[in-house]
């Protein structure tokens, strides 16, 4: 096994190092994933780093899918316009303060527009 050394001032890496890009330009075909993992053990070696091809889907997206996108695309247009309304923005400010600091609020501006609970 491939034994890796930081460089000073970096203890480990975590996450996507690169991703394919949906349309291909300037990306490769595969993803770098570094995951570590913090646990109580006598190996220090808990780096670890995995390639994983591009897939590509082999079924359709199902009717629940395709309503939860549409969903989707609704919700975030209409968040998109809300954030852009001037009406709305010194209103939306004091709410969302007004709730942040109790039991079950939104703690961002982005969370409480996608809330329904919240507005």
């Known amino acids: 096994m491939a034994h890796v050394e930081w460089s000073a001032g970096i203890d480990s890496v975590s996450g996507a190092l690169a991703k394919p890009s949906k349309s291909g330009q300037h990306s490769c075909d595969k993803m770098l994933l570094g995951t570590h993992r913090v646990a109580p053990t006598s190996n220090d070696q808990c ?5 994983r091809k591009k897939r590509k ?3 359709d997206p199902s009717a629940t899918e395709l309503l939860i996108r ?4 609704a919700v975030s247009k209409a968040v998109a316009l809300r954030r852009k309304d001037l009406m709305q923005i010194n209103q939306d ?3 969302f303060l007004a709730q942040r600091d109790t039991a079950g609020g939104c703690k961002t501006l982005t969370k409480y527009l ?4 919240c507005l």
């Open 47 to 51: 780096t670890r780093i995995y390639l």
């Open 57 to 59: 889907r082999k079924t």
């Open 70 to 73: 549409a969903r989707f695309n």
């Open 93 to 95: 400010n004091a709410a």
């Open 114 to 117: 996608w809330n329904p609970l």
